[in-house]
């Protein structure tokens, strides 16, 4: 494991304590792998930038 | 047969709904142990719900518009008397359900007969009906090849015609890359237009009720029912205004797939190309919530059961709790900001017209395709077109496109929110012009034979 990935490990092991969440050893790569899938996604979404009033639309129908 | 034509005969007395039934339940017997679409298959519901239909005829009563029509619905439909499963194993030790979705209802309330239920990506997480408990369902049009998914076995069982209709769950794109992948046609109606009671959820800001069917006047037929709008696949001489989308939908795919764009847009006259921009933030916005609010429902299991999960959802599912709320909120932010992006479109086209999928049906268990020379991981890359349209909710027609060979293709017809009137309009014009219609199967040979 590089120190890269340990450190990922590490990171994503200390979130799940975090929320009380048991991460079995055998889920620890596949988790990781789309924790950093998921986090190019939140970057992209947090990269992009918003006009200031633009709203919440949760639950919503077009 | 169309559904009218199988509704007209039952309600003419020209054939009773248990000879229909019968028939269906020999055609899901003789190949259901090849294609796996069903989970279960419920012979006496469906052969005594046909003898109510009979007796209704035989009474001079009229059972309804969809009168002896068979259907199935995906595994996370509440059947009652059947345990809703949504794919998975953890639910299997749960009771079973003590009343049918109003989907399920409304349609046997108009003359049509539950007859199963199908197999799905477990809870809905996936594109492919790979399921790492109920097995894979396979394409009729190459058993060796996926159905695409989370609704593969409502693709493939229409697909196959096991039934003529089926119903389906659409969050961002579980109707429309099975649809596209079996040739078959799909409808995601505008988010919040059919009842969502019964179903078992994936992401709530997201999930769509959906319908499969071999015809888009049978679509359109179903969806009538089930809304209660008077729908109608009837064309006009000429089609909705439409253009085709560019930019992000536009972007290198695996063959046949722009070629079947251009067949369209060929029909339609080549119409403007637009764009809806920022899509590639949709997509990755989609991902944040779904993975978030799906992890957020499972909680509780993936604490106590993580490892009775496909092992594959419960990976996501884990990672989507550790997504930062900052992420999500501003998923939701953009949201509303992308709406409004497609409804300054709208304002110029009624109808936009994309690709489905990046690329045709891959073989089960492939990994990757080749795409513009780029290796590419597939699952996650088969809703790359219709996350971004049901991230806004936008009703959507799937439709397969006419001599895509040997594996089917579709598009996408999208109209405004409230408008599947138009998106049906279009779909049976074009389909009237020969360029879509259901891929018709090849004859059994081989293995599958």
Known sequence: MSVAEASDAALVQAIARSLSLPLPEPTLPGVILNARILADHAARVLAFELPDECPVATGFAP | MSLHAIAASVREGRATARAGIEAALERIAAADGTLNCFTAVLVERALRRADVVDAAVAAGKDPGPLAGVPFAVKNLFDVAGVVTLAGSRILADRPPAISDAPAITALEQAGAILVGTLNMDEFAYGFSTENEHYGPTRNPHDPARIAGGSSGGSAAAVAA???????GSDTNGSVRVPAALCGVFGLKPTFGKLDRTGLFPFVDDLDHVGLFARSNADLALAYSVLSGEGVTADSEA?????????????QPTGEGVAEAVSRVAAALG???????????VARSAAFCITAAQAGGLHRERLTQRPMDFDGATRDRLLAGLLLPAAATDRAQRFRHWYREQARALFEHYDILIAPATICSAPRIGEGSVMIGGREVPVRANLGLFTQPLSFIGLPVVCAPVAGCDPMPLGVQIVAAPGREDLALRMAGWLERCGVIRS??????QGEYA
């Open chain 2, 270 to 280: 080549n119409p403007d190309r637009v764009e809806l921009p920022a899509s590639d």
């Open chain 2, 439 to 444: 891929t018709p199967l090849p004859a059994p």
């Open chain 2, 238 to 250: 000429t089609p909705p205004r439409a253009a085709i989308l560019g930019g992000w939908f536009a």
């Open chain 2, 161 to 167: 015609s096991l039934v003529p209709l089926t119903l």
